[in-house]
């Protein structure tokens, strides 16, 4: 197999997520969410990031054919935001939708107007730079089976919380190329 290109994907950092949470302590109650409940509708304004602390998020584009795209999925300890719609001040590009049961603290984006705020604001639109940046190099360097086999040896939490088609979602196949793949390394 050809040599793969990939930066370390996701899974926030943890020290970042930890001092959100610290500067958030007692301002914020925690919520939870059950699975398909729409934290933000694709087309309208996001007013909330949420910073995960149990459970999974999926930002996830529905199309005109009735079809889905997975911009990213959100593991405990991320802040689950969708960036340029929060700088641009758009309309959500993306649904923000529970995948998993989720514990979360709903944060109003307007905080990071706040001065006290900017030094953390500046370090979230950092750390999702680099996210998009290995996400970028991950999906147009690698064939689908070494995006998979990558998830498979590094991020295998991930797949243990997701269903395979979300999983083919991820990496930009369909379900039934997943499969294959899957039967191919001999796990199905």
Same mark, same amino acid.
């Given at each position: 197999?050809? /040599?793969?290109?990939?930066?370390? @994907?996701? $899974? ?5 997520? !930890? +001092?959100? #949470? &610290? ?22 304004? /996001?007013?909330?990031?949420?910073? @995960?602390? $149990? ?5 996830? !584009? +529905?199309? #005109? &054919? ?123």
């Amino acid at each position: 197999m050809p /040599q793969s290109h990939i930066l370390p @994907l996701g $899974d926030s950092n943890r020290e970042l997520a !930890h +001092a959100l #949470a &610290d500067k958030l302590a007692g301002r914020y109650p925690t919520k939870q969410f059950e699975r398909d409940d729409v934290l933000v509708q694709q087309g309208q304004k /996001q007013y909330y990031g949420y910073l @995960l602390l $149990d459970g999974v998020l999926g930002a996830l !584009h +529905a199309t #005109a &054919d009735g079809g889905q795209k997975c911009k990213e999925f959100y593991f405990k300890d991320e802040f689950a935001l969708l960036f340029t719609n929060w700088l641009t001040d758009t309309d959500a590009f993306y649904q923000l939708k529970v995948i998993k049961s989720a514990k979360v603290i709903v944060v109003p984006l307007s905080l990071f107007t706040q001065p006290a705020w900017q030094c953390l604001k500046q370090q979230l639109i950092t750390q999702q730079l680099i996210f998009k940046e290995a996400k970028e190099a991950f999906l147009l360097l690698n064939t689908p089976e070494q995006r998979y086999c990558y998830l498979l040896n590094e991020k295998p939490h991930w797949l243990a919380q997701l269903n395979l088609t979300e999983v083919a979602l991820y990496i930009g196949i369909s379900a039934i190329s997943l499969s294959r793949i899957r039967k191919r390394l001999n796990l199905s």
